[in-house]
């Protein structure tokens, strides 16, 4: 990529699209393709041929997606595999029909198989089960890296397929009912605050451990990645820095100024005990993630508390 090239970053009003863009401005990248959902659903072929064929960008990031936590993949199945297979399937055809360079394609942490061994590596995909809540999406973006590598091998197509791993930051979505455990616990604690409350109450015991990545680290990730990196073989994205819900929850509630106690609801799940990600191979190439755990929290916060504000 130059300063000069054309580069559509779809899905650029998401958590990960808009670092990426945020990312590529802070870069000096001023040919930015941008297109809102309701502008270009990429569901939809023909207006997707259409966008390439006229714009023909020449780097694609394709952060756009039907995302969601284990309540919205678990009920709405049916439009989790339907809408990821369409915008990647559409999107990933049209960007090598019409010349473009390159290709980053964002698969997840959440789609190795239920019981892979800890932390999990690359190879780990497709070895055993998928987590059933999940599996609709899980098998989409799947069906996405495998389309990524089979038009590198037989087209000869850069598309590269990156594994990142819990994102969170500014952008993120805090509706309960579809949200990530770190936005939802934000919010919580906020709420707690706000009512006066003395205590929050949260699933489980706190043990189960987890990886957290900053979205402006996984977008300087995923620049690095698009400048460096060309093969088939999908590359996990992670901050290697561990911790338990237990821990998360404490930070959070320090960072929002939540006085009151936490209360643990040992009679509800706690999920996978362990999930972390190897991200040796990225760590090897030589990026590393910046952001900590406590600054990120606290800048999400900010973000979150002046959205409340407007
Ligand atoms: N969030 C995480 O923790 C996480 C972790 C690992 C991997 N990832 C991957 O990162 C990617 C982006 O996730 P995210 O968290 O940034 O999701 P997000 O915040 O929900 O953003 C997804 C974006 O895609 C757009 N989009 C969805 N369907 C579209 C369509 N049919 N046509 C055009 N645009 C469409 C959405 O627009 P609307 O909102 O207007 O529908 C939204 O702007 C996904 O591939 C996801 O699998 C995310």
Redesign the pocket.
Same mark, same amino acid.
């Given at each position: 990529m130059d300063p000069d090239s054309r580069i559509y970053v779809?899905?650029?009003?998401?958590?990960?699209?808009s670092a990426i863009v945020r990312r590529l401005r802070a870069e000096g990248f001023e040919r930015l393709v941008l297109r809102?959902?309701?502008e270009?659903? @990429?569901?939809n072929q023909a207006a997707t041929e259409e966008f390439f064929a006229a714009e023909k960008p020449e780097y694609v990031f394709l952060?756009?997606?039907?995302?969601g936590g284990i309540q919205a993949n678990n009920t709405r199945r049916a439009e989790f595999i339907r809408?990821n297979l369409l915008?990647q399937t559409n999107a990933i055809d049209a960007a090598w029909r019409h010349g473009a360079k390159k290709l980053a394609f964002?698969?997840?942490?959440?789609i190795y198989p239920k019981f892979a061994s800890q932390p999990m590596r690359e190879d780990a995909l497709l070895t055993g089960a998928l987590e059933p809540t999940n599996e609709p999406y899980a098998i989409a973006?799947i069906a996405g890296i495998k389309m990524a590598q089979a038009y590198r091998d037989q087209y000869g197509f850069d598309a590269i397929s990156l594994m990142?791993?819990? @994102?969170y930051g500014p952008?993120d979505?805090f509706d309960l009912e579809s949200s990530?455990v770190l936005p939802a616990l934000l919010r919580k604690f906020h709420e707690a605050k706000v009512a006066g409350a003395a205590t929050v109450t949260l699933w489980g015991n706190g043990t189960a451990l987890r990886e957290f990545l900053h979205v402006d680290d996984l977008a300087s990730a995923a620049v690095f990645l698009m400048r460096e990196y060309s093969a088939g073989e999908i590359i996990n994205v992670g901050s290697g820095e561990e911790v338990s819900i237990g821990e998360l929850a404490g930070l959070i509630g320090e960072v929002v100024g939540f006085e009151g106690e936490i209360v643990w609801d040992r009679g509800k799940p706690d999920g996978t005990p362990r999930k972390l990600m190897d991200s040796g191979r990225l760590r090897g190439m030589g990026w590393r993630a910046e952001v900590g755990l406590r600054g990120g929290v606290e800048g999400t916060y900010e973000w979150f508390r002046g959205m409340r504000a407007q």
């Open positions: 779809a899905g650029h009003r998401g958590l990960a699209g809102t959902h309701a270009l659903d @990429l569901c952060a756009a997606a039907l995302v809408d915008v964002l698969g997840s942490s959440c973006k990142p791993t819990n @994102l952008g979505n990530h």
